[in-house]
């Protein structure tokens, strides 16, 4: 359990900072970042299921110039962990489960936002003293503040990682048992109201008909492979 919950920290810490920080080569997207942690975890098909979810869920929320979405990358990558450790200590398999640790953590995932907000303000105040640094002719100190500005988001990163888990650790034992026979029964429509929901978000923003045209194309793919796996 603790190697699994190390091995989540560092994906966590390295798709955090994929986000907005550094490289953006995109393996912060839910599709990439949950597969990636199960397939380290031993259980890609568990990642694949969840990352499919998570992204079409939040598809239209990207944290692109000033927009701060809820950190969609930290519940992908908490709840594959959540969904495989606790899979294994409460001897559960199946989808049911997996949804239970997603719908616990989607609501946690809002810590992200306030998170990484904070991080963005606090790097907005270094930047006077990276001016300040860069006028004395000093670059040393001008390279340390961008080191803490990194640190700023890393740390926000792996703490909406631990927060999510944590009270994923503690809520879901307490939920499974009362929950497990409802969720057998309401799974397949909790399955099909994550992405309408990310459909009806998307479908509200565009405007032009053939990026529509393309995005229901691109969505019914994904919604098929959903089901595939």
């Known amino acids: 359990m603790a190697s699994s919950l190390a091995f989540g920290a560092l994906i966590s810490l390295i798709c955090g900072l994929d986000r907005v920080a550094?490289?953006?080569?995109?393996?912060?997207?839910p599709i990439v970042a949950a597969p990636l942690t199960a397939f380290v975890l031993g259980e890609p098909l568990i990642g694949l299921q969840i990352g499919v979810m998570v992204e079409l869920l939040w598809l239209a929320r990207l944290?692109?110039?000033?927009a701060v979405p809820p950190d969609d990358t930290q519940v992908a990558i908490a709840s594959t962990v959540l969904g495989i450790i606790l899979g294994r200590t409460l001897n559960a398999s199946g989808i049911e489960l997996l949804l239970l640790c997603l719908l616990i953590a989607i609501p946690l995932g809002k810590v992200g936002q306030y998170?990484?907000?904070?991080?963005?303000?606090?790097?907005?105040?270094l930047i006077k003293q990276v001016d300040s640094a860069l006028d004395r002719g000093s670059l040393l100190?001008?390279?340390?503040?961008?080191?803490r500005?990194?640190?700023s988001f890393s740390l926000a990163a792996i703490g909406t990682y631990a927060i999510i888990l944590l009270g994923g650790l503690l809520i879901v034992p307490l939920l499974w048992p009362l929950l497990q026979q409802p969720m057998s029964y309401s799974s397949a429509w909790v399955q099909l109201a994550l992405p309408l929901v990310g459909i009806a978000v998307i479908l509200g923003t565009i405007n032009v008909s053939?990026?529509?045209?393309?995005?229901?194309?691109?969505?019914c793919m994904s919604f098929l492979l959903m089901w595939l796996v």
């Open 22 to 29: 550094i490289l953006q080569i995109m393996i912060s997207r």
């Open 115 to 125: 998170l990484d907000h904070y991080a963005r303000q606090y790097n907005i105040r």
């Open 210 to 219: 053939r990026a529509i045209t393309l995005f229901c194309a691109s969505f």
């Open 63 to 66: 944290p692109v110039g000033a």
């Open 149 to 151: 500005g990194l640190t």
């Open 141 to 147: 100190v001008a390279e340390l503040q961008h080191m």
